[in-house]
Every structure is written in C-alpha cells, then in structure tokens.
C-alpha cells in the first residue's frame, strides 16, 4: 500500500475538493427528491422495466459503496492510485450513483400509503429535515472531513483511530444510518416507488452497518464487542 504523503500534489488536493463538492451536492439532489420538491423521471414506461431500474439503481449504489468501503478492495486499489486520493474516488463514486439513482428512479404503479397536506405535510417534512440533520451531525461528532476525503487529500493525518462514541454515539451505534431511516420513511407522500425506495435503502443500511461492524470489531477488538452489548445498533431502545 501506498501511504500518505505529508503534502499531497495539487492534483489530488483538487480531487479533495472535487469530490467534497460532488457529496454535498449529491446529498442535497437526494434530500430534494426525498422531500418532493423534486420529481421522479416518469417516462411512461413499462412498470416491470421500471421496477427492474429502480432496484439495480438501489443495487448498483448498495455493492459499489459496500465493496469500496472493505479493507481488502482498499489494501488493492491503493496499489493503483496514491493512498491520500483513495477516499476522495470513494466519495466522488458514491456521490455520483448518488445522484444517478434521483435521476434514474422510475415511478411506479399502484396504491398511495399516504399523502399528506398542509400541517401533517409540514410536520413530515420537518422530520425529514431533522433525521438529514442527524446524519450530518453525526458526520462531524466523528471526523466530517476524514470521513470525506478532504483530511487525506490535504496530508492532514488524524493519527491513530481511538474509540470515543461521542453524544449521538452513545444513543444508537449509527445515527447516521438513523438519521437516514427517518429522512426515508417520514416522506409527506409515500407512494409505492418511495416503498420500494425507502425499503431497500433499509435493507442496504441494516447490511452495510453488519459490514462496517466487522472492521470495527477487528480495528478496536473488546472495546467495540462491549459497545454492541451495551448501544443498540439503529433504532433506540
């Protein structure tokens, strides 16, 4: 493996950048298309094809950002491209499927669960709001700029990881992925592409943190098995 430079070329500050501007971007577009204020791509098309595209969307977003993520697909790539970029490309791809999955989904067919108005809309809507807020807060109670890219691409080592678990981290293992649920689910309109939507970006989340638990385990050993026996995971108890 390639390690870190001290003072990474330009290039790779630049990609930094890039891809910190790419996430946040992407993060908008989906907080956006999950609030409604923008539309899916209704094509007319037929409903198995569209149901065919929204779960490979849901897919190709789930593997690349899973496998990417894995020390192994780390330890090989970074014998490819500097270590101080490899975060950044992570990002930069996650973002860009990101924004492809909005772009893409196809409405679907069938029954409304339920669409709200007036206060109940406004009420959904905050809590849409408030669980992006906690996924965000969440982000910075760890380290925001290591987990983007920007802390690597700039030289700027954080040294060894320790284990702290932070105000949020001591309710539930992962309040970002809480934050995450509750922006999926708590839309004023839920209709059955949004089922579709919020139910496998469900399942992604409960597989992907089982994943990331596994490198915590071996990154931090009993601290970490100690922390999962006494902080649920997700959802608070």
Request: hydrophobic residues 50%; charged residues 15%.
């Amino acid at each position: 493996m390639m390690p870190p430079t001290t003072n990474p070329p330009l290039p790779i500050r630049l990609l930094g950048v890039a891809s910190y501007a790419a996430v946040v971007t992407s993060l908008l577009y989906f907080l956006a298309f999950l609030t409604g204020f923008v539309g899916a791509h209704d094509d007319g098309g037929n409903p198995v094809a569209a149901v065919a595209i929204d779960l490979g969307l849901v897919a190709l977003f789930g593997a690349s950002h899973s496998v990417m993520a894995r020390a192994s697909f780390k330890r090989a790539w970074t014998r490819v491209i500097p270590a101080a970029a490899e975060r950044s490309v992570y990002v930069l791809v996650a973002s860009a499927l990101l924004a492809l999955l909005c772009w893409s989904w196809r409405p679907l067919p069938g029954p409304t669960l339920w669409s709200a108005s007036g206060i109940a809309a406004t009420v959904l809507m905050t809590g849409q709001v408030l669980g992006f807020g906690i996924a965000l807060l969440s982000s910075f109670l760890i380290d925001h700029y290591e987990l983007f890219g920007l802390r690597q691409a700039f030289g700027r080592d954080a040294g060894p990881r320790q284990f702290r678990t932070p105000l949020l981290y001591r309710v539930v293992r992962h309040p970002l992925y809480l934050g995450l649920v509750i922006t999926l689910w708590l839309s004023p309109r839920m209709d059955l592409g949004r089922v579709v939507l919020a139910a496998a970006l469900t399942l992604y989340v409960a597989i992907g943190a089982r994943l990331e638990e596994r490198d915590l385990v071996r990154t931090f050993g009993d601290d970490y098995r100690r922390y999962q026996r006494e902080v649920p995971m997700i959802l608070p108890h």
